[in-house]
């Protein structure tokens, strides 16, 4: 069972649409990041979040932390076949666990 | 700074033997995290270190699995004897740990295939 659950697994879209992905657990975490991973590379790290409410926006990717900072969304708008990847959200505290991600894919 | 540095990038070895992941942190960063990644169980913290320190080894699948940090520069995952199950990228990532995130650096992992 992951401590933090992402929906949808897998997302295959047209070039211009929007999408939201979603990351949620029973947990609460002092913070909560969002890290892209590309095909034989680590993860990189996008945005950490640490006040529940909290809204950060990344060019045309936005995320929000929920209230009770259990929860995460990640919102892009106008997809490109650049952003295609395996999306992983990630929980802190102290140790660093993630959720099973999101692979998405964006057609030109 | 070169980032964080893995060691083998590839490694197909046989059951049974003998198998060592090296890693080399940021300088600077003070925590170590281990991972293991397959498609069936996604990215599984395995063990971490703060200040050289094991901190959490929870996530160590079983008694063939070690991991040592001598140093502030330098860790290791030993799997000894190693299973065909034991086959995925493994990954190190590092971070300066501070109060509320850690934001970490990862490697560009191990993988491992044991046949």
């Known amino acids: 069972t992951q401590l933090l659950e992402q929906s949808p697994q897998f997302l295959s879209i047209q070039e211009g649409e929007n999408l939201t992905v979603y990351c949620n657990s029973s947990s609460v975490f002092s913070s909560l990041q969002w890290y892209r991973q590309e095909p034989g590379e680590g993860p990189v790290l996008l945005v950490t979040?640490?006040?529940?409410?909290e809204v950060k926006k990344l060019k045309r990717l936005t995320f929000q932390f929920g209230d009770a900072r259990k929860d995460s969304s990640l919102h892009i708008t106008a997809a490109q076949p650049g952003d295609t990847g395996l999306y992983l959200c990630?929980?802190?505290?102290?140790?660093?666990?993630f959720g099973a991600g999101t692979r998405l894919t964006v057609k030109p | 700074d070169a980032g964080v540095i893995q060691s083998p990038r590839h490694e197909v070895t046989e059951m049974g033997q003998e198998v060592t992941l090296r890693c080399k942190p940021i300088s600077g960063h003070n925590s170590l995290f281990w991972y293991r990644q397959t498609m069936m169980r996604g990215l599984e913290l395995l063990i971490y270190?703060?200040?050289?320190?094991?901190?959490?080894d929870s996530g160590m699948p079983e008694d063939r699995f070690s991991a040592k940090m001598p140093n502030a520069s330098f860790s290791t995952l030993k799997i000894q004897p190693s299973e065909p199950r034991d086959s995925a990228v493994y990954f190190c990532?590092?971070?300066?740990?501070?109060?509320?995130?850690?934001?970490?650096?990862f490697g560009a992992g191990s993988r491992l295939t044991v046949l």
């Open positions: 990630a929980g802190n505290n102290n140790d660093m666990r």
């Open positions: 979040v640490v006040t529940g409410g």
């Open positions: 270190f703060n200040n050289n320190v094991p901190i959490d």
């Open positions: 990532a590092s971070s300066l740990s501070a109060s509320g995130a850690n934001v970490l650096t």
